[in-house]
């Protein structure tokens, strides 16, 4: 068990002035860190004292996005999926606040200095893939491996498109601000599955029902969906490719990076393909492991026994490594 959680039928908080809520519900557990403006919530797998393993979903999904992939994996580790802030069952982000990566970064110190981890590996897809590779290279002494699913970990912006992107992501807030009336669509079950489905083609109608679990709320006449219709705003944290490979290069731990050969960059994590032959030669020349897969964005959600075993060897392999470096230093 982590420090500061407790099992019981309910949540509860072990000490006022640790106040982590841990629910138990066989083997999944429900997890919930107090954060200034809420809470931030997510999903526990695995033995109370394993190797601590965080799990961060792309945009517009929720931790649900791992409930397929983390039972092929190790049963050693114990796996922690957070919903991002505005996602799922978190909390959204008070009122006139921006979402952006650097944000989501300091809501991952905050939970894991709730937990008291003090070195943890991290899985994380697309825009968590972005969040973990800022958070690894802040914070390299706390990352023990890092994969990424289908993203290179930073998403370069183009410096001539710089004010374009900034201005749309101001223009969005703004104008959002504006509106009187913010009601969301009430969607029947059916409907709101079907526009899942049209908006994120790389999901199958199994994984959407995966991700309602989190990803809907019923209401009077329906279902509406949970996250933040801010998050869809365009994130204004924008780094250059330079910028992206000083962060990358402050990484001190073997990455394992998944790639998938049907990239739909609407949808996909990736950086803009000027960028990618440069960030996947230095991903090669720091000796990281890039593996091109057969399959979709979401192969991890849909196809999990496909990266499973990837997964499998590197956790095993970097804990194998950890292992040894512990035994040269006694």
Not at 117 to 143: N, Q, R, T
Not at 194 to 199: P, S, T
Not at 205 to 224: A, C, K, N
Request: hydrophobic residues 40%; negative net charge; contains cysteine.
């Amino acid at each position: 068990m982590f420090p500061g959680m407790i099992d019981d039928d309910v949540c509860v908080d072990m000490r006022a002035s640790d106040p982590v809520r841990y629910q138990m519900d066989k083997e999944v557990s429900e997890l919930s860190v107090p954060v200034p403006w809420g809470e931030i919530r997510g999903k526990v797998w695995g033995p109370d004292h394993g190797r601590p393993v965080l799990c961060l979903h792309g945009w517009a999904d929720n931790c649900g996005s791992f409930d397929t992939l983390i039972p092929l994996l190790p049963r050693e580790c114990r796996y922690v999926a957070v919903d991002l802030a505005g996602h799922g069952r978190s909390s959204h982000r008070p009122a006139g606040v921006l979402y952006s990566a650097l944000a989501y970064v300091a809501d991952v110190h905050r939970v894991v200095d709730a937990l008291h981890l003090k070195k943890f590996s991290i899985i994380s897809h697309s825009m968590g893939a972005d969040i973990a590779g800022i958070f690894s290279a802040l914070y390299p002494e706390m990352v023990d491996a890092l994969v990424f699913l289908d993203s290179y970990g930073f998403l370069p912006t183009d410096t001539k498109e710089l004010t374009e992107v900034l201005r749309q992501g101001m223009d969005g807030m703004i104008q959002f601000e504006k509106k009187t009336e913010k009601k969301r669509r009430v969607y029947t079950y059916k409907e709101a599955v079907e526009r899942l489905l049209v908006a994120n083609p790389t999901l199958s109608e199994q994984s959407v029902h995966i991700l309602f679990e989190r990803g809907l709320v019923e209401v009077e006449g329906g279902f509406v969906f949970s996250r933040d219709l801010r998050v869809n705003f365009k994130n204004m944290l924008c780094l250059s490719l330079e910028q992206s490979l000083e962060l990358l290069s402050r990484i001190r731990v073997s990455v394992l990076v998944v790639l998938v050969e049907d990239c739909d960059s609407k949808n996909s994590g990736q950086a803009p393909k000027k960028f990618t032959p440069t960030l996947l030669q230095i991903f090669r020349d720091r000796n990281h492991k890039v593996v091109t897969l057969p399959g979709n964005h979401h192969i991890h959600l849909t196809n999990p026994e496909v990266i499973a075993p990837l997964v499998t060897d590197y956790l095993r392999t970097e804990a194998s490594s950890l292992s040894t470096k512990r035994e040269h230093k006694l």
